[in-house]
């Protein structure tokens, strides 16, 4: 089918998000109805006209759609907060990109996602937080972490040992950072860390910064002052709420690497400021970091800053994945059939060796989580007194064939384990490389190349 131009128009037309497109000149060619309400202008007032007319507080540096044009490189997920022409204060996150057709290079678009009432119902919900904390004496009692080292069950020896070394980090407000691949059990980990030190009794706040837009994460961790911008108002920030207590940042990678040197600063100094306020506080706040990729991978990727990094890396937790720990799963299934059997009513009582068989061999991209949903959807299912293979999803029926001929490259597993052992060597001889060489049995000059090539 040919889709003509304007049935285009009429697609875009009806996007909720705002679409501005220049020529190369600067020219608007498109201007779709939202980016209009955005700006609070008539698509008549742009359209044909050049940018710099149209908006006199721009400039060819503060304009991304100028900037896209004169350097041709994408720019992605820049926040940016704006009064529009009735004086609302609009706060979107906009990527603007360069357009090429056929090898020739005729403008920039720019795609704008307003955030305005996100970032409305966030602070509503932080005053009221804070409103409520200010009535209760206990915050422990809203801001509370449920989970103790005695739900994260594992009889592997490779996890108990980082449960061992979790229990004793717990007693000391050291940074912590905790690494495990999606559904590893990082948030049981880090809830059973707090409710284990002598913070039980004080806040828990965990803050995902891959949820949030830049701006609106800068605040919610620092807090604000009244006028530090238009409709700012007097708030705490996260790390004031936290005080006395845990303050868990989760993908840390995601947060800005400019947020992460201001975090830095607070690490180093303890001392917080809010947004737009020349005052600096001290607060007394451990703080927990996870990450689901390899850290020193995020490192490489430009993911998270190097200092920071080393800054966390004074002590850090590896959650093993389900799959290196096969020994896990039997246990982990008897107890989740347990579980199920008390809520679902069941009779569950054995488990088919053709189903720990096929447990086994997969390789659990989503790990304890996935197990778990695995087995509540068996448990629905299930009739009689067994777990049996046919109550199992689709894709674990049909994975069997493929996953336990399933060969990872050689040179890939041979470099995992390499890295893994070299991590754990350095942590048992606290950064010190002479030491992990040994503990390694291979020269220090061998261990400080491998070293930079891993960072
Ligand atoms: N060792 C364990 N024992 C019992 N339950 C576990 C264990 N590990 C994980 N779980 C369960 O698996 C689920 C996922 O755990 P959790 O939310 O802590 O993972 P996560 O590593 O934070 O994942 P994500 O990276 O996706 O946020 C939870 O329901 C948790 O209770
Ligand atoms: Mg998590």
Redesign the pocket.
């Known amino acids: 089918m040919q889709i003509g131009e304007e049935l285009v128009i009429a697609i875009l037309d009806s996007i909720d998000e705002a679409i501005h497109v220049v020529n190369k000149e600067g020219i608007t060619i498109f201007y779709n109805q939202v980016a209009a309400e955005h700006d609070g202008l008539r698509r008549e007032e742009v359209l044909g006209k050049h940018l710099l007319e149209v908006f006199p507080s721009l400039n060819e540096d503060s304009s991304t759609l100028l900037k896209v044009i004169r350097t041709r490189q994408p720019i992605y997920h820049l926040p940016q907060t704006y009064k529009n022409k009735w004086g609302m204060l609009i706060d979107t996150v906009n990527t603007t990109l360069p357009i090429t057709i056929n090898g020739t290079f005729i403008g920039a678009v720019e795609i704008g996602k307003d955030y305005s009432k996100i970032k409305d119902l966030s602070t509503k919900l932080m005053d009221l937080q804070s409103k409520v904390r200010s009535v209760s004496k206990k915050p422990h009692e809203i801001y509370g972490a449920k ?1 103790t080292f005695h ?4 009889k592997n020896e490779r ?1 108990k040992a980082v449960k061992q070394q979790a229990k004793k980090v717990a007693s000391s407000s050291s940074t912590v950072l905790v690494y ?10 880090v809830q059973a860390i707090h409710n284990a030190s002598q913070r039980r009794k004080a806040p828990f706040i965990a803050q995902n910064c891959g949820a949030l837009p830049e701006s609106l994460l800068e605040s919610i961790l620092f807090g604000t002052v009244k006028g530090s911008y238009t409709g700012a108002v007097d708030r705490a920030g996260l790390f004031e709420i936290a005080h006395g207590g845990t303050l868990f940042l ?1 993908e840390i990678n995601s947060m800005p690497l400019e947020l992460q040197s201001r975090l830095l600063r607070v690490l180093e100094d303890g001392m917080v400021r809010r947004i737009g306020s020349a005052k600096a506080l001290q607060v007394d706040v451990r703080v927990i970091v ?1 990450l ?1 990729k390899y850290p020193s991978d995020c490192v490489k990727d430009g993911e998270l800053r190097p200092d920071l990094y080393y800054r966390l890396n004074v002590f850090s937790l590896a ?1 093993p994945p389900l799959r290196d720990r096969i020994d ?1 799963i039997p246990y ?1 299934v008897e ?1 989740l059939v347990a579980v199920y059997n008390r809520s679902f009513q069941k009779n569950v009582s054995t488990v088919d060796d053709e189903v720990l068989h096929l447990f086994s061999s997969y390789h659990w991209p989503g ?3 996935e197990l ?1 949903h695995i087995i509540e959807h068996a448990m629905i299912m299930a009739e009689g007194d067994s777990l049996t293979k046919d109550l199992l999803p689709q894709h674990l029926n049909e994975n069997k064939a493929t996953s336990t001929n399933r060969l990872r490259p050689l040179r890939q597993v041979v470099q995992e384990t390499e890295n893994a052992l070299i991590m754990t060597a350095l942590k048992q001889s606290g950064g010190n490389i002479n030491q992990a060489a040994k503990l390694l049995e291979i020269p220090r000059q061998t261990l400080q190349y491998k070293l930079q090539k891993i960072k």
């Open positions: 989970y739900d994260i069950l594992t996890f495990g691949e999606t559904g590893t059990g990082k948030e049981l980990l989760d996870a689901n959650i896990d982990l107890h790990n304890v989580r778990k």
